[in-house]
Each structure stands twice: as structure tokens, then as C-alpha cells.
């Protein structure tokens, strides 16, 4: 029977190549344009399912690609797949109620209300058609375009041909077809993530005022809270990668090991598989839900990987308005009116809500960027927020690049060509033994003589704090510009943007471009790209000392990146658990004073801190206790030696055990483990983990703050025994290398599997090996993805 299927398959393998007839290709070429209309009913894939459910997709052109992508992830992710099209649509408060949160999956509104009345808005506008309808290369390509169409397809013919048995979703009306414009509006909701997105609800909250008021905006607390929110990112949403170039490995290849930290759950998860058009593309990796194109991967030749960058991709424009109505602003001392945008969204149980949005030449009026940021609209005064990720639907046409490149050059060209990733660094490595570290993102163009020359008291703060621009917006000499090699005006052409190439190593762990090689710092780019010679995060430390070690030690191959991921060691405890242990053994009758006061038995903390062993494994005892102890002391006062940009790699150092916020955290860590009930040498692991069908799985690693490389963020619920969520982490993780062979070597791990449906056999199989520490072997050459033992092969068509 086995043998049998694998003839079928090497048939319509063969079939599919002549279809083709096309030669391999070193750029993609643009497939012929079609309307909204998902399709005329005759596309379809070969799909072969390997091991874990990692679907490798065969199709003849990108339409049917498109379409056997949008298949697959239909059966793994249905619901989260259709939750995040009602979101694009402007529904939420119709089928969820005005009320209930959003998963911020694809923006920052706090509520569906707020949710719907910014989409709606988008939708109305006609802001997506406008952008499919420009030319390549400021628009899509028409190949991006089919993709699209092929993925709607795809999605809604399973939906005709299967029945839900995701609870979540489940004979829900949410779930419904797709069109084009849906995926599309998808892809822009994921550009504009980090500006219009980011202040949906001060773009839908801002109304002019009524009444006469001149409220103040503290410049000094701005510029706090916009470093603080900028800084948040990384936090919650990051991402590790290393490329070592082939002086470091054993046969002079290239290798590279990418760990993106993103959501474990909704709609920003990622999904595994493999592209395949015979003679044109063959790519393998991970892709974003709801895209059709592989984000993170490889090819027989290239891999790459993307780590969330520094750059502010905004800018905010002060307005001064006319003293007689505050809808109209003055450039150059010439009245313009602002465009009224009335969006009316439905309301499940309620009647419809109508609100009104302004905008602006330079975007949108808003009144706030998160909770701590307000912008007061003043009959003097209103922001306006350029986001020029929101002209951009160019990221599908950057990974098809990336998936067709034949090496490091050829990703650097694809990004100087496309110029579409909105808010990533990538680095990338290949079979000639090549690296790239390139900052190449979509960012507003504020250099820093602008920002000098235009920047208004507020904007004089927020700018060197954050690189979040205030421009006055009274003068129309303080425009952004056009640099020559940009694809459209008001960002950055490829010449500004930070890059190295063929270091002995190219490392990012979310903070700027300055140390991407500690040997060889990037200088001399904008402050709106990042900082230069300031402090590193701890994550950033622990990756530079390792990979830098690494590199020097050489002879390195694929194994050694496998056990650079879960080493699990805690630059913190490096620097700190030693010194904590001996303050905590110095400490009068081993007691220490707790918050509020209250005297603590502390001494079994100390021997149990001495004999950790520095790692967040999930048998390691001690790291919760330090866990939770380091939370509690403010990172302001943990240490003696202060930062110094000569040293930046170990410095800050030596931990202040005098001040008293040592003691009161380590008193308060000690008095919550044993209120819980959790023994102070507990295994990580037995109060680190997720719940999964019911089974506890136990998870490795450790939160920012501890600078642990295999990064999760976990949700204390001391009641449920301790950890028990993760809410971001190690997400699609990539170990990639060469032999010279036609076949890369290659491991990966999707550490929270492929399917949301508890039902699912893939539903926690990856997770499973994650708290192994185990690693799936890639299938990417024809004779591998044959000989998996777990082949199964769906011929996926419109026409059943």
C-alpha cells in the first residue's frame, strides 16, 4: 500500500513539473492578475503530510499555491483563521458584542468597538484596493496578488468540503467565506501593527473639542512614557537569531538559528510547511496565519530569520489649528480642512454605533498611543500620526524573494527591491558561508538634522528618549522628503538602512543595530532606527557572550546551534545568583523584612540559590525561586557598577545586595512560594508549564527580565501551581546548515504545534517536544518527504 502511494505521488510530482516547464528561477516571475473573486473553481494542490502535520505543498503556479496554503491552514487553524478575518472586517462587535476585548492579534484596541470602528474605517475608504491596485513596485506584485486569491480559494473550499469540529468555532455564523480583499486586509492589518494599529483607540477616541481648552502636555513624562511603551516591545513580542559564517563551522558553510518569541496564541501564531512549485520555488519554514508566504525558513541554499527591531515605525505631526474651528489645521499659514471619516459599525443585541475619525494629510488625529501616551486634541493643538507601513502591502513580495534567493546577496537585494517589512531586522546565512544582519525596515523618514530643524518642545524630548518624532505640522518645509532609492516617498531608501555583511557571526536579540557583531558596531544611522552606546538587555548579553564564543571556538555545525537553543542558561544568575547566595547566608538569624513589614524566615533560600545550577531547565531546582525574586527587584537598583559603552557586553555588573530592595524582594519571593505551597527547590518544570488536553506539559526557559536566549513569557497563577500559560516564547524555531548535498540539514520546532483544535493529533505534539528539548528533522528533498513513515497525501481541489 505504502509503495503504492509514493507512485502516486511521484507521479503527480512528475506531472506537476511539466505543467511547469519552467527552469529553476532566480526571482519570481508575476503570474497573470485576477479580480476579487477568489477563483473560477479550478484550482487545487497535492498536499503530503509528514511527521507532526508539517504540510509539504505542491502546486503547478502561485495561484494553486496560494490555494493549497490557505487549505492546509484551514484544517490546523480554522477558527483563529476566521476569528481574525471578522476582526478585518469590522465585525467583532456584531457576532462578540461592543464590549469584549480583542485578542490583539492584529491591533492594540482594548475593545471590538474600538476594534470595528478603525477597520470599518479602513474598509470604507477603500485603503486596501487602493494599495493592490498600485504598481510593483510601490504596490504588490501580480504574483503576491495570486497568492492572495489562490489562499481565499483554498481557505473556502475546505470550508465547503469539511465540517468544524474545533469547539471554538463550531456551527458558528462568524465562519464564513473569504474573499481576496480579506486576506489582503490581513497583510495590512500585520504592517501596521506598530503605528496606526498601535493607537486604534486614540485614532477612534479623538473628537474635536467643544468647548475652549488649552490642556498642557508634559514633555518630560511623554518622553518617559514613549520609551517605555517602545521598550515594551521586545518584552512582550521578540526574537533571537545568529548567523555564523563558514571561517566559524566545520565545513566552511554557513549556519543559522532562528528563535522568533511570538504569541502562543491568536491570530499572530505561526504555521509550518513547505512551498513547492517544481522548477520556480521550493521554500520551507514558517509563515504567519492568514499569509500565504513563508516569513521565517529556508531554501536549498539560504536561510533567514527575523528578530522585532528597534525602529519607531511612526512619526507624530503637532497641528496648529484654527482658532476659530478645530477640524481645520494651518500649513504655512494656509487653512486646511480635515477629511471626516463616518463609520457606522453593527452591534450584536444594540443598535448601530456611528462614530467619526479625522484625518489628516499626514494621517490620522489621535489622542493617545496606549494608555500611558495622551495626545489632548485643544482648540490650539491636535497629533496627527504617519504610519507608512499603512501605503505598504509589499511584505509577501519580500518573502518570495527570500524563498527564490540563492544566497545572503540575493535576500539583501529582494529587501532593497521590495522594501516591505514593516517592523523586523532579518539575518540570514547560506551554503557559500555567507552572513547578513540588515535592519532594512519601513520606517518614516526623520533624520536626525530633521528632527532638529522641525521638532517642536515635545518632540525635542520624545525624540532622543524614544525616536518617536514630533514635527511641526504648521510647516510644510518640515516634510519627510524622498530619498532616491526609496519606493515611495517619506521613508528610508536601502542606503540609510544599518547592515553587515560576512561577519564571523551576525547576532540580534531586539535591541539596535549597534552590536549585531561586538567586534564590528554598527554606527552613524538616525536615531529613529535605535540607540547607539547605550545599555544592552540582559537576553542581549547572555547571546553576544555565547555566540561570540561560539564563533571563536569554530568547527561549529547544526548540533551545536540544537544545543545553543536550550542551554537554557540565565545571564542573570550568571551575574547575580552567586552574590545573592552570600548576602542571603550573611543575613542576621537568616531572616530578611518583607514588604509591609513582616520578618521572614530566609535561610533555606540561600543554600538552595548556591546549589542552582544557573539554567532553566525544567529540572533545574532554584530557578522559580530567583524567577521570582529577580521580578521583585527593580532593575534601577540591582547593580554597583553602572553601564559604560566601553564595555558594553559586561556591563552593568556586580549586584547591590546593600540596597534594601534586596532583601525585600528576596523575602517576598520566599513568603509567595510558600504561601502557594511550592517547595523552594522545586523542578522548574513542576510549576513552569502549559495544560493541554488536560496533561500538564512542562516548559523550559525564562521571562526577558533573567536574559534566558530560549525566551517564554508565563502567566503566574500561584492558586493553578505557579506558571501555567505561556503567553509568548520560542515560537517556530530553525537550525539550519549545509553539507553539500542537495539537501539542507536542517532541524526545527514549532513549540506550541500546528493545530489550535484540541482535537487535533498535532494539537501539542511539537509542544510535547519542546519540553524535551527535542527537535524535528527536516523533511525538505523529495526522497525524505517519501520516506516518512507518517506520509499521508490530500489532492486539495475546488472541484469535489
Known amino acids: 500500500m505504502r509503495t503504492r502511494l509514493r507512485r502516486l505521488v511521484v507521479a503527480a510530482v512528475a506531472l506537476l513539473t511539466a505543467a511547469t516547464g519552467t527552469p529553476p528561477a532566480t526571482g519570481y516571475q508575476d503570474q497573470p492578475a485576477h479580480r476579487d473573486h477568489p477563483s473560477a473553481g479550478g484550482l487545487s494542490a497535492v498536499i503530503r503530510y509528514t511527521e507532526y502535520g508539517i504540510p509539504h505543498i505542491l502546486a503547478k503556479d502561485y495561484a494553486d499555491l496560494g490555494f493549497g496554503t490557505g487549505w492546509a491552514q484551514a484544517a490546523d487553524q480554522v477558527c483563529t483563521l476566521a476569528d481574525g478575518f471578522v476582526t478585518v472586517r469590522g465585525e467583532r462587535s456584531r457576532f462578540f458584542g461592543p464590549d469584549a476585548a480583542s485578542d490583539f492579534s492584529l491591533s492594540s484596541a482594548t475593545g471590538n468597538l474600538s476594534s470595528d470602528l478603525y477597520f470599518r474605517g479602513v474598509r470604507e475608504a477603500g485603503t486596501v484596493e487602493k494599495l493592490l491596485a498600485r504598481p510593483a513596485p510601490a504596490g504588490p506584485s501580480r504574483t503576491a ?294 535592519q532594512s525596515q519601513v520606517l518614516p523618514r526623520i533624520t536626525d538634522a530633521l528632527a532638529r530643524r522641525c521638532s517642536t518642545p515635545l518632540g525635542e524630548a520624545t525624540y532622543p528618549a524614544s525616536g518617536v518624532a514630533v514635527l511641526d505640522g504648521s510647516r510644510g518645509d518640515c516634510a519627510l522628503g524622498r530619498d532616491p532609492d526609496a519606493v515611495e516617498p517619506g521613508i528610508f531608501g536601502p542606503a540609510h538602512l544599518p547592515t553587515l555583511q560576512d561577519a564571523p557571526y551576525a547576532e540580534n536579540s531586539n535591541d539596535s543595530a549597534w552590536l549585531a557583531n561586538a567586534d564590528r558596531p554598527l554606527t552613524g544611522y538616525e536615531r529613529v532606527f535605535g540607540t547607539i552606546g547605550t545599555a544592552r538587555s540582559l537576553r542581549t548579553r547572555g547571546a553576544i557572550e555565547d555566540v561570540s564564543a561560539l564563533a571563536r571556538r569554530g568547527g561549529l555545525t547544526v548540533r551545536d546551534l540544537q544545543r545553543q537553543q536550550f542551554a537554557n542558561r540565565v545571564p542573570a544568575a550568571g551575574l547575580a545568583a552567586a552574590d545573592a547566595a552570600a548576602a542571603c547566608a550573611g543575613l542576621p538569624g537568616g531572616t530578611a523584612t518583607g514588604t509591609g513589614g513582616r520578618v521572614v524566615d530566609v535561610s533555606e533560600a540561600c543554600g538552595v540559590l548556591a546549589a542552582w545550577d544557573r539554567r532553566a531547565d525544567t529540572g533545574s531546582r532554584g530557578a522559580l525561586l530567583f524567577d521570582r525574586f529577580w521580578r521583585r527587584f527593580p532593575a534601577a537598583r540591582q547593580w554597583k557598577v553602572p553601564f559604560s559603552a566601553a564595555d558594553p557586553v559586561r556591563t552593568p555588573n556586580t549586584l547591590d545586595t546593600d540596597a534594601p530592595a534586596f532583601t525585600t524582594a528576596l523575602a517576598d519571593a520566599v513568603a509567595e512560594l510558600r504561601a502557594a505551597g511550592i517547595p523552594l527547590d522545586a523542578p522548574l518544570g513542576d510549576h513552569q508549564f502549559v495544560v493541554r488536553n488536560d496533561r500538564r506539559v512542562p516548559v523550559p526557559g525564562g521571562t526577558e527580565s533573567l536574559g534566558v536566549w530560549n525566551k517564554v513569557e508565563p502567566v503566574w497563577n500561584p492558586a493553578g501551581g505557579g506558571y501555567t500559560e505561556v503567553t509568548t516564547g520560542s515560537s517556530y524555531v530553525q537550525a539550519v546548515g549545509w553539507d553539500g548535498s542537495r539537501c539542507p540539514v536542517a532541524r526545527t520546532l514549532l513549540a506550541y504545534s500546528q493545530s489550535s483544535n484540541p482535537g487535533s493529533p498535532h494539537f501539542d505534539d511539537q509542544t510535547r517536544l519542546f519540553s524535551g528539548e527535542k527537535w524535528v528533522t527536516s523533511r525538505f528533498c523529495e526522497k525524505d518527504i517519501l520516506a516518512s513513515p507518517a506520509l499521508r497525501v490530500v489532492r486539495a481541489s475546488e472541484r469535489r
Open 145 to 438: 496578488k495570486e497568492l492572495m486569491r489562490g489562499f481565499a480559494a483554498g481557505y473556502n473550499a475546505w470550508l465547503r468540503q469539511n465540517r468544524i469540529t474545533d469547539p471554538a468555532c463550531e456551527g458558528a455564523a462568524w465562519v464564513r467565506p473569504v474573499t481576496t480583499l480579506d486576506v489582503a486586509a490581513r497583510g495590512y492589518a500585520l504592517a501596521v501593527l506598530g503605528g496606526q494599529g498601535r493607537a486604534v483607540d486614540g485614532i477612534t477616541a479623538a473628537q474635536p473639542p467643544t468647548t475652549p481648552s488649552r490642556t498642557s502636555v508634559d514633555a518630560r513624562a511623554t518622553a518617559r512614557a514613549a520609551a517605555e511603551l517602545f521598550a515594551a516591545d521586545s518584552a512582550g513580542m521578540g526574537s533571537n537569531a545568529v548567523a555564523f559564517a563558514g571561517a566559524t563551522t566545520a565545513n566552511g558553510r554557513g549556519l543559522l538559528l532562528g528563535n522568533p518569541h511570538y504569541p502562543w496564541q491568536g491570530g499572530r501564531r505561526f504555521w509550518q510547511s513547505q512551498q513547492t512549485i517544481p522548477g520556480r520555488l521550493n521554500v520551507s519554514g514558517a509563515a504567519l496565519l492568514g499569509t500565504a508566504t513563508v516569513s521565517i525558513g529556508h531554501n536549498a541554499h539560504v536561510a533567514w530569520s527575523h528578530t522585532v527591531a528597534t525602529g519607531v515605525p511612526l512619526s507624530l505631526h503637532q497641528l496648529t489649528l484654527d482658532p476659530a474651528d478645530p477640524t481645520v489645521y494651518l500649513v504655512d499659514g494656509r487653512p486646511e480642512r480635515m477629511t471626516k471619516r463616518t463609520v457606522t459599525v453593527a452591534v450584536r443585541d444594540g443598535s448601530p454605533v456611528t462614530r467619526t475619525q479625522w484625518w489628516t494629510r499626514h494621517g490620522p488625529v489621535v489622542t493617545a498611543l496606549g494608555p500611558t501616551l495622551a495626545l489632548p486634541w485643544t482648540t490650539t493643538t491636535a497629533y496627527a500620526l504617519n504610519d507608512p507601513n499603512a501605503t505598504n502591502l509589499r511584505a509577501s513580495d519580500t518573502s518570495l524573494g527570500f524563498g527564490e534567493a540563492r544566497g545572503t546577496a540575493d535576500v539583501l537585494a529582494s529587501l532593497r527591491r521590495t522594501q516591505g517589512l514593516p517592523w523586523v531586522n532579518t539575518i540570514a546565512a547560506d551554503s557559500g558561508g555567507h552572513t547578513l544582519f540588515t
